[in-house]
Structures are given as structure tokens and as C-alpha cells.
């Protein structure tokens, strides 16, 4: 029987990706990773985590496979299954297997969107066994010291069907992810969009102007990420009400308005 894998060459995260530490998140995650701990990310849409795992996994020299989970992931999409080729039956390892085998940072974005019912494999991976049982080849596959598994969610948009449960979360340590604070972000605008310092102020003024509106009813404020779109249509010549009409009023919410409340805050900077 042939097995395949995806190589390790295909993970490897490089060049390193832009991120800035804020409150201690890089030491902790680092101190998990030797303790082989796995960790939960939580936080809003848009604020680093995805960026944050990439940064740590080449700063760890560790590849890195990520998957996006949805409801209808299943067990076998995550190990794998057995494929026809010519006239025999081939193994092709899913991500999760392939992270086991190259001693990877597996992560899986959005856990709580996955079924309950397969996100019970990753349970043995996260404890003293560490390791994944492949029922379809009767075996278990050890992890080395080096895997970690990584989840993430959104805590703001947790429902009863959708929140993780405690027999998984008490398996993790966690770490909390928010907006950066001012100077930070406005650091992280300029970087990313190539703008200008005093552009990237008044972007990031103008999206805490924004967040302050969730206590209207917006239900989630400007993410770090948005205001790097904004700016970023800004360096290429959009008009900045256009871009951030754009990026910050059409995109947050349907509700005219509410999208005019934007547009007001829009027009008193620029």
C-alpha cells in the first residue's frame, strides 16, 4: 500500500509575515510549544490570529498547515482516505495526518464552525497520548515533540450550537487577541499599506470612532484588518471617503442606518 503526504517543503512558512507583539502572546506561545501544550486563540474577525500562528510557526522553524473548519468538515477530511489510482487503492493523508507526521503547527481556524462529532479526533492529540488513531490503517501515528495544535474562534459570535465544549476547551491554555492599541495599530496600517504616518492615524482614529458604535447596536466594530484595506485602496489613489465608505460602512453592516452614522464619523476626517 503507498502512502502520500504532501511534502514538508509546501508548509514551511517564509518569508516571515508582518506581525507586532502586544502584551507577552509570543513568549506564552513559545513556552506551550516546549511544553507541548496546545492553545486556543480567541478574538474578534480581523485581529491577528491568523497572522500571530504564521509569525510564531517561522519563528519556531516549524511548517505550518492550517484549516478552515465548517460545518460540514468530517473525520476523513481532516486524516485522510483512500483513493483510487490505476488499479490500486492509495492512501492520501488529510492535514491533520500530514501536521503529525512533519512535526507541524496544525491549525484549525474557526473550530467551533466543525461538527462536535469530528472534532473529537483531535482529543488524543491533545493530551499525555498524543496521537492520532487512523482506524482506516489500524494504527496509531505518534506525534513528535515538535506538533502543536492550534484552534481559534470568535467568542463574540458563539451561540449554544456553536460554542466549544468543555470536554475540548479544558485541553488548551488560551490566549486573548483584541485590537492593538493606537500606537501599535497605527504601526501595522503603515506597514502593511505602505501609507503614510499620518494617514495611518487618522485610520485608526477614525475605527475607534467606529467601534464606539457597537454600544448603538453595530455588532462588531473595525477590524485591524479593514483599516489596512482602507488604507491600502487609499495608496493606490481611491478616494479616502471612498475607500473607507468602502471598506467600513458597506461592510459591516446592512442597516442604512447605521451605515450613515459611518459616514458621518467618515467625513470628519476626511
Known sequence: MRVLTPPVEDFLVDPAPFYLPVAGEAELFKQAWQARIPVI??????CGKTRFVAWMAHKLGR????????????A?????RYLIQGDEAVWVDGPM?????HGAILYLD?????????????????????????????????APAEFMLVVSYNPGYQSVLKELKQSTRQRFVSL????????????IVAEEAGVDAETARKLVKLGQKVRNLTDRGLE?????????????????????????????????TDDPDMQAAIRELISDFF
Open 41 to 46: 486563540l480567541k478574538g474578534p474577525t480581523g
Open 63 to 74: 511548517p505550518l498547515v492550517t484549516v478552515a473548519c465548517h460545518e460540514d468538515l468530517t
Open 76 to 80: 476523513s477530511d481532516l486524516i485522510g
Open 97 to 101: 495526518t500530514t501536521a503529525v507526521r
Open 110 to 142: 474557526e473550530i467551533v464552525e466543525a461538527r462536535k462529532d469530528t472534532m473529537v479526533v483531535i482529543h488524543p492529540l491533545t493530551d499525555h497520548r498524543r496521537g492520532l488513531t487512523i482506524d482506516k490503517l489500524a494504527h496509531v501515528l505518534k
Open 176 to 187: 486573548n487577541f483584541g485590537c492593538p492599541p493606537p500606537e501599535l495599530e497605527r504601526k
Open 220 to 252: 462588531e466594530g473595525v477590524s485591524t484588518r479593514l483599516l489596512v484595506h482602507a488604507a491600502r485602496l487609499m495608496g493606490l489613489g481611491c478616494p479616502a471617503t471612498e475607500a473607507c465608505d468602502a471598506a467600513f460602512a458597506r461592510t459591516l
